[in-house]
């Protein structure tokens, strides 16, 4: 995919999550601005989640092969020095159809990520840790795509951070829809404190060490390294908000008793 491509597709990503954004403010007039980006949200982190899915080669090692080359032509070039090419036919189409589905997801989500960085300046509510993650995740999704490398890596990185994200924006939906303090939204809190968890504290770290051990560029590294940083920050105050929310409950029930 030529460098065209990919400006065209985050230029035209960008127009279409807006125009989405506008479609569902249109639809819900009384609801809040949150309310409408969060259903954008939710909407890109499903797209996500599949597209990322889509793109493994082998659940096994789902960061397999590591810092490679995600370029057509080193594909395969890599691919010509085998003899036995014919026999590996279907492995030459899938590495070229993941390649496509990679630098196509990485485009999309690269636009979406510029349509929530400008949407958090809109809303009223700025957040700066929102910000600090929004920021290194385009840099990193950027240069990945400048690199066209370690595109497994930014596949799984993907997964683990949008894995959660529906459970995050159900929680605040369901506030607005009236239904603050109920089971349901806490059962939206604990859905999404435990994904957070496993994805961003058991699977995150690990991705992050091989990705900083691997023969990948000085900058994807240290967004590899920022990202886990955030995501250990999250993961503090994501913690006091369940401990929060259990006490909150068992001090209402105490009462009511």
């Known amino acids: 995919m030529e460098h065209y491509d990919k400006i065209y597709l985050v230029v035209y990503g960008v127009i279409s999550w807006t125009s989405a954004f506008l479609l569902i403010r249109k639809i819900f007039p009384k609801r809040s601005f949150d309310f409408s980006n969060r259903i954008v949200s939710t909407i890109h982190a499903l797209f996500a989640v599949v597209l990322s899915s889509m793109s493994v080669q082998d659940w096994r090692c789902p960061v397999c092969p590591l810092a490679s080359n995600s370029t057509p032509v080193q594909v395969l070039k890599s691919l010509l020095q085998f003899r036995y090419l014919c026999q590996n036919l279907e492995h030459i189409v899938m590495c070229f159809v993941e390649y496509y589905v990679q ?46 490398k370690c595109g497994s890596e930014m596949m799984v990185t993907m997964w683990i951070t949008e894995i959660s994200s529906p459970f995050l924006h159900l929680r605040e939906i369901l506030k607005e829809l009236g239904y603050k303090d109920t089971d349901i939204n806490l059962a939206a809190d604990v859905s999404f404190a435990v994904i957070f968890s496993i994805a ?14 691997a023969d990948n560029p000085i900058l994807i590294k240290a967004m590899a390294l920022g990202l886990q940083l955030v995501s250990a920050f999250w993961f503090f105050k994501i913690a006091r908000m369940v401990k929060y929310k259990f006490v909150k409950r068992s001090a209402s029930k105490t009462k009511s008793s």
């Open 103 to 148: 630098m196509r997801a990485l485009s999309v989500s690269l636009a979406y990520l510029i349509y929530d960085l400008v949407c958090c300046l809109f809303d009223k509510n700025i957040k700066i840790d929102n910000s600090v993650h929004h920021l290194v995740s385009i840099v990193g999704v950027v240069a990945g795509l400048a690199y066209e």
């Open 200 to 213: 961003r504290m058991c699977v995150g770290p690990y991705l992050c060490y091989v990705t900083l051990s």
